[in-house]
Every structure is written in C-alpha cells, then in structure tokens.
C-alpha cells in the first residue's frame, strides 16, 4: 500500500512514517523545510519538499505523486491561540490557513488518484472540544476539521473518511516553548488527564495506522488524548 503524509517529516506525522515503513508500506512524507528531512532518519520512505498551503503546489504535487492509498493529513498551524477578548483575528485567520486549509486543499487535490478502497485521515486536535479558556480559536478550527469528518465518508464511500484527535503530545510542536516551562507545563496537563501523562508521537501514529488499515472503520473521530473528557467525570 503507498501512504502519502502530510507534514510527514516531524512528530505525529514522522512516527506515522516510521511505522508505515516498518509494516511494509511504501511512503511519501512530506514537508516545508529540507533540514527536517534528514534530521528525521526517515530510512525507507520518500521525502518530498511541499508547502501545503500553496494550492498550486499540491495540486501538482498529486499529479506527480500518482496513485496513492492512503492519505495522512499532519499539517500543524502554530497560530489562534488565546483569550478572546486579546486574541487577534489575523492570528486566528493564520491559524485556518496553517491547518485547515492545507488539511482540506490536501484531500481534495488527492481525490482523482486515490484508490477508491484508500482512506483519508485528517489530525485534529482535542482544543475543538477541551473546553479550555484560550483556547476558542483553536477549537474552532480542529471542529472545523472535524465537522466535515462523517460528511465526508458519506459522500466519498467507498472511499473512508476518518480523524485522529491528539491531546497534548510531545513533539517539536512544543519547541517554541522554552524547556523549563514545557516541562512544567506537561508535568501540569499530564496530572489533568486519566492516563497521568502526555502522549508520545507512536500513540498517535498506532491510532492512524488503525483508521487507515481497519476497513470497517469510517466517519469516525478517534480520540487519542489520554483521557481528556474524563477530567470532570
Ligand atoms: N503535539 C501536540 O500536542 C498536538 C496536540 C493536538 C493536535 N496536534 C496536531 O497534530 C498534528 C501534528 O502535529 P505535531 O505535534 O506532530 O507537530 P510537528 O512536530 O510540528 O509536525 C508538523 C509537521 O507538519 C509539517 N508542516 C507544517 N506546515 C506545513 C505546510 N504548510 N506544508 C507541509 N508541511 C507542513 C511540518 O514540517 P515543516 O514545518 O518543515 O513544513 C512537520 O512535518 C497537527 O495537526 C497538530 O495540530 C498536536
């Protein structure tokens, strides 16, 4: 099976890579920045410089691509955080285009190859539901993703149509906070959650690796958040 992912090269979408390759697949990572590729040790895969949030490049990263099987959407925008009455609303618009518009743009330029057996997995995030203050932006860009979700599925079938919703994993999403607070602040949401601690990358990537090999799973939105909804339960 040939996976394509999407912001392939760092954190979710790299250990989605890595196990793809180890179950035998062929894979296309790609991303933005070239340094990323080989810091990522992505042995036995493709990478592939992609901004996917110029739609004329995917448009013609797909025709060059051919057939596909499975599409891994992992773009992150970093922006749209914050409370409402500070937050910026061209942050919160750079939020959309950094994630929501490359994760759409992605599937559709994908759809004249995929195999109409294949699967599409959109990443979201738990902020679209986490119900925490500073964080309205930011949900309404992951519900966003999601809402479309069993839509999707519906009117692509056979095609599957799926989501994984990461709660806080450490990746280098994360580096742009300094080390001493991360480790604060994980230490801080990790006592939050149910499973006392913040998600590695592999539990993400073994949650894609189920959406998109399970054939019998479709319109579905896969919380992998360590037990976020728990919290006041
Ligand atoms: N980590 C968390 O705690 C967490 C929580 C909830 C949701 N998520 C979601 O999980 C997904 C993966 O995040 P992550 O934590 O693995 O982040 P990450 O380590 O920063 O990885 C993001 C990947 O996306 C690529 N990317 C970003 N913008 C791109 C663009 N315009 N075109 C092509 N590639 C692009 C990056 O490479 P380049 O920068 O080189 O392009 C990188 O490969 C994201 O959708 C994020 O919102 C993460």
Redesign the pocket.
């Known amino acids: 099976m040939k996976y394509i992912i999407?912001?392939?090269?760092?954190?979710?979408?790299?250990a989605t890579a890595k196990m793809a390759v180890e179950a035998g697949h062929a894979v296309v990572?790609?991303?933005?920045?070239p340094a990323?590729f080989a810091a990522a040790q992505l042995v036995g895969a493709t990478t592939v410089q992609?901004?996917?949030?110029d739609s004329g490049s995917v448009q013609r990263f797909f025709r060059a691509q051919g057939h596909l099987d499975h599409l891994v959407?992992?773009?992150?925008?970093s922006s749209g955080a914050g409370l409402f009455r500070e937050l910026d609303l061209d942050d919160l618009r750079n939020g959309f285009e950094?994630?929501f518009w490359?994760?759409i743009s992605c599937a559709k330029a994908a759809l004249p190859t995929l195999n109409p057996a294949g699967s599409i997995t959109f990443?979201?995030?738990?902020?679209s539901r986490a119900l925490k203050p500073g964080t309205a932006g930011l949900a309404a860009i992951?519900a966003a993703l999601e809402a479309m979700v069993p839509i999707l599925a519906s009117e692509l079938r056979p095609t599957r149509v799926n989501a994984v919703?990461?709660?806080?994993?450490?990746?280098?999403?994360?580096s742009r906070v300094p080390e001493a607070a991360k480790k604060e602040l994980f230490e801080q949401l990790a006592s939050e959650v149910a499973v006392g601690r913040?998600?590695n990358?592999e539990d993400?990537a073994s949650a894609i690796m189920f959406v998109t090999q399970n054939t019998f799973v479709t319109g579905t939105i896969l919380d992998c958040d360590g037990g976020w909804k728990l919290k006041n339960a």
């Open positions: 999407i912001g392939g090269t760092s954190g979710i979408g790299l990572s790609a991303g933005r920045d990323k992609l901004d996917a949030s959407l992992c773009v992150s925008g950094g994630k490359p994760q990443v979201g995030a738990i902020s992951n919703v990461p709660g806080v994993v450490d990746t280098p999403w994360w913040v998600g990358p993400l």
